[in-house]
């Protein structure tokens, strides 16, 4: 069965990191990229980074650069997201979504169910 | 690059056609001659499903009331036939430039 599994919510204290995982089944994990989207409470949709397991590479929003760290692991075919320095506003589902690593797949076609995170004192 | 969705709601009648816009700052066409324009549906407490992607090709297992047009800057997301599972937020989303981008949204009700 094709699907990512996202690991489980999360309740941090501000100024700590969290790790979030994202494991792919089903398909070939090097075929695709490993995006990060996150949603605050009641807003849409922003893009974080993401990891081309193929490549070892990773990408980064100007927004999170310095706070954010995306690795894969192809042996599990889990993708992972650090993101550090937490305050509050980090408080939002964070979403792991795969995009084809070819050009003509460069869509968001699997959605894991998401991760909530909540930073609070 | 910025993407602008209208309406931001729409409150549309069973049975009836919807339409959402998506405006980007600037041409989605990329030099391999496709262009990376997507759409995205999000139904209450879920996460964001595939619609629609390179700007009109439905996704497997979408109906045929969802289809998408546009070119340039310009794109439209239309549902045919608005029925009640359709209810949720529509995103449209570029993956043309770096970084992807998404629209605000467009939340569709039904009246």
């Known amino acids: 069965q094709v699907q990512l599994v996202q690991s489980g919510a999360e309740v941090k204290k501000p100024g700590s990191s969290v790790n979030v995982s994202c494991k792919a089944s089903g398909d070939t994990f090097t075929d695709y990229t490993f995006n990060w989207v996150r949603q605050a409470p009641g807003q849409g949709l922003e893009w974080m980074g993401r990891?081309?397991?193929?490549?070892?590479?990773?990408n980064y929003a100007q927004n999170f650069q310095g706070r954010v760290t995306i690795t894969a692991d192809k042996s599990t075919s889990t993708a992972y997201m650090i993101l550090s320095s937490l305050r509050s506003e980090d408080t939002a589902v964070y979403y792991c979504?795969?995009?084809?690593?070819?050009?003509?797949?460069?869509?968001?076609?699997?959605w894991g169910r998401g991760t909530p995170i909540t930073v609070s004192s | 690059v910025v993407m602008t969705q209208t309406p931001l709601s729409s409150s549309v009648t069973l049975g009836q056609p919807a339409s959402i816009s998506c405006r980007s700052s600037q041409s989605l066409a990329h030099i391999d001659g496709n262009t990376y324009l997507s759409w995205l549906q999000q139904r209450p407490g879920q996460p964001p499903s595939l619609l629609i992607y390179?700007?009109?090709k439905r996704f497997s297992g979408v109906p045929d009331r969802f289809s998408g047009s546009g070119a340039g800057t310009n794109f439209t997301l239309r549902i045919s036939r608005v029925e009640a599972e359709d209810v949720g937020v529509y995103y449209c989303?570029?993956?043309?430039?770096?970084?992807?981008?998404f629209g605000q949204g467009t939340k569709l009700e039904i009246k």
């Open positions: 979504a795969r995009a084809g690593v070819a050009s003509t797949h460069w869509y968001f076609d699997l």
């Open positions: 390179r700007v009109s």
């Open positions: 989303t570029q993956a043309t430039h770096f970084p992807n981008t």
């Open positions: 990891i081309i397991p193929i490549l070892g590479q990773a």
